[in-house]
């Protein structure tokens, strides 16, 4: 069964060296069929001074934060329309791309888009997966939403799943697909 080795600086937080060898371990399974208990990850650590590269000292680099909290951290402020902590959590070029590929750069073009088509709308967190993306990190997140249409009529229960691409800890992109049009169709 394999067995993976890495080397870290010493300075990284027990949280941040567990995200890595648990990160390390779904990779070993995305392409090896090994249960559980088959994958052993090692940690090593060297102090910085026993640490060169390029003739020069280095330090630990920074952590990212945990892709699944920036992502459940950016719809909750959507959601309670802290659109200034939202956009916090964006990188320069943040797109969203909605049904129909309507795409968004701002929040302000999203709101008078929704605004026709929806009172207010929220979302139920079923599921989060990450992984990683040849251009940074992908999270998708499932569930269904709520809300009230136009008229105020309550609606629950109808499917959605975003996804987001983010690189160096931001978000840089979010698809978003729904059954919100055919709901209302149909309603």
Known sequence: M????ITLI?????????RLTKALHQAVQSVIAAPDEGVTIVAREVPPANYRRGATD??????????VDVVRQFLERMQAR???GAKALTADGFEMVFPSGRRFTTFQQLIDWAGP???WVKKRFERFDAAPAEDGMAVTCFGTLYGEWPDGTAF??????DWFLLKG???????VWNDLAETARSG
């Open 82 to 84: 802290d659109l200034e």
């Open 10 to 18: 010493e300075g990284y937080d027990d949280d941040t060296k567990r």
């Open 156 to 161: 629950e229960g109808i499917r959605y799943a």
């Open 169 to 175: 800890g931001k978000i840089l992109r979010q698809h």
């Open 2 to 5: 394999p067995i993976v080795e």
């Open 58 to 67: 280095r330090i630990p680099g920074p952590p990212l934060p945990d892709a």
């Open 117 to 119: 088509r929806y009172r």
